[in-house]
């Protein structure tokens, strides 16, 4: 209901109003481009095929979801905002490895336009690349995919690769530069955005699968997974809100004839600090086994193959590893981006104190053991989201479109532009709103 109030509430001011109906028109043209096929490929045999597809936890399926069915369709903007997260990850890491780039990253408003750069530069890499290993699956298929695919002329071969990867790499630069401009001149978290329009477009075929298995006489699991989908949705945003607060004490000083400090304070430590890019590297690296198999064939019977359908999707043992490394990325991504020793440092050095805890050492080892706490609870209850869909789908037999991830992304992104309308609600001092 916020939700709804806010963007009615925001409705009412012409220059949020514009911004507004600018983010749609962006979010508009992305599903436009999500439905022009890429010259040379067969859409609707493609599409079909992925639909019916038996390897459910392959990369293509995992990406087509994030796509809104772009890459199903083979469009243009079949790679979809993949490549500019991974890249945005992989420049992320790399500020903390390595220490120029950290140095970089500190310049203030200059350093974070080169990291940007850079980050623009890795995305059509990585599309270049992605766009390359989508197009030798299309070929090495045999399904007929392609215009010019296998038995076709050398030359033809080659000019249908050069057009198709050419397609896929320009449509990841255009998605990334209409996020750019929904920062610019919209609301919200341009790419998020764009990430929420496609997964939200999935919705109607969800309700596709579960009203036709209603109708099969599986209604009794259609009503569970209803219910255990609004229970995951309230929980996400429970847990997203949670925080632990440190109470935090500063010392009384005098400057002047003027006291300062004195006051009670906290220090918040978020729940779910990682967000859900441990859900995204634990995907990521557990679809390689079922994305192997499908460049295989997924009718293929060798030993390898055999080995390999035992990373498939709803299989236990890709579920016991799916949560054991979500909980492992996510204290990597902790240690990472939170330093206690520093957190220690900037409280000493502002005579800020935690009651009952010494200065210096003790502090640290204090902030150390919340820290790793609080990250054990966040990255149980990512493991849960993550785990829970493939676990129902697997008992009601049905598999599940939206799943963890899926709800985690639609829920934090409209956490987040809800509260971006709102920051531009009070700089513009709306009446109603601070009533």
């Known amino acids: 209901m916020q939700l709804f109030e806010t963007i009615r509430n925001g409705w009412k001011i012409a220059d949020l109003r514009k911004k507004i109906f600018f983010t749609l028109f962006i979010v508009i043209l992305f599903r436009i481009g999500s439905f022009i096929p ?21 990369l293509f399926s995992y990406l087509s979801i994030l796509t809104g069915g772009a890459l199903q369709y083979g469009a243009i903007f079949a790679m979809g905002v993949t490549p500019y997260i991974n890249s945005s990850i992989i420049m992320q890491l790399l500020t903390v ?26 995305t059509v890499i990585l599309a270049l690349i992605q766009g390359v290993a989508y197009y030798f699956y299309l070929r090495n298929d045999g399904s007929g995919y392609l215009t010019y695919g296998r038995g076709a002329p050398v030359f033809a071969q080659i000019f249908t690769a050069v057009i198709i990867v050419t397609c896929f790499t320009a449509g990841s630069a255009l998605i990334m530069w209409m996020g750019e401009q929904i920062d610019d001149k919209g609301v919200g978290n341009g790419i ?3 990430l ?41 945003v429970f847990m997203t809100a949670a925080e632990r607060r440190i ?49 295989m064939g997924e009718n293929s019977q060798s030993g390898f193959a055999k080995f390999l359908r035992l990373f498939s999707y709803q299989q236990p043992i890709y579920v016991v590893l799916y949560l054991l490394m979500i909980i492992g990325f996510s204290y990597f991504y902790v240690n990472i981006q939170y330093n206690p020793q520093e957190m220690a440092n900037n409280l000493k050095n502002n005579a800020g104190v935690i009651p009952g805890i010494r200065p210096g050492r003790p502090t640290v080892e204090f902030i150390s053991k919340v820290i790793g706490k609080i990250t054990l609870v966040g990255a149980v209850f990512l493991g849960i989201m993550a785990v829970l869909p493939i676990i129902v789908g697997s008992i009601g037999g049905m598999n599940v479109a939206l799943g963890g991830t899926s709800i985690l992304i639609l829920v934090g992104v409209a956490l987040d532009t809800v509260k971006s309308i709102e920051s531009q609600m009070m700089m513009r001092y709306y009446k109603g709103f601070l009533d």
């Open 38 to 58: 890429a010259p040379f490929i067969d859409a609707a045999r493609l599409s079909e095929a992925l639909a019916n597809s038996a390897s459910g936890a392959t």
């Open 97 to 122: 490895a390595i220490p120029k780039l950290e140095r970089i990253a500190q310049e203030g408003e200059e350093g974070r336009k080169k990291i940007a750069k850079y980050t623009r530069v890795a």
């Open 192 to 194: 998020s955005i764009i």
């Open 196 to 236: 929420f329009a496609g997964i939200i477009s999935r919705g109607p075929s969800a309700f596709v699968v579960l009203y036709n298995n209603a109708i099969a006489g599986k209604w009794p699991v259609v009503l569970a997974i209803c219910v255990i989908f609004l229970l995951i949705i309230a929980f996400i």
């Open 247 to 295: 109470p935090i004490q500063y010392a009384k000083k005098v400057v002047g004839r003027k006291m300062y400090g004195g006051q009670n304070t906290h220090l918040p430590i978020q729940v779910n600090m990682a967000g859900v890019l441990p859900i995204i590297f634990a995907s990521s690296i557990l679809s390689i086994p079922s994305t192997i198999l499908a460049f």
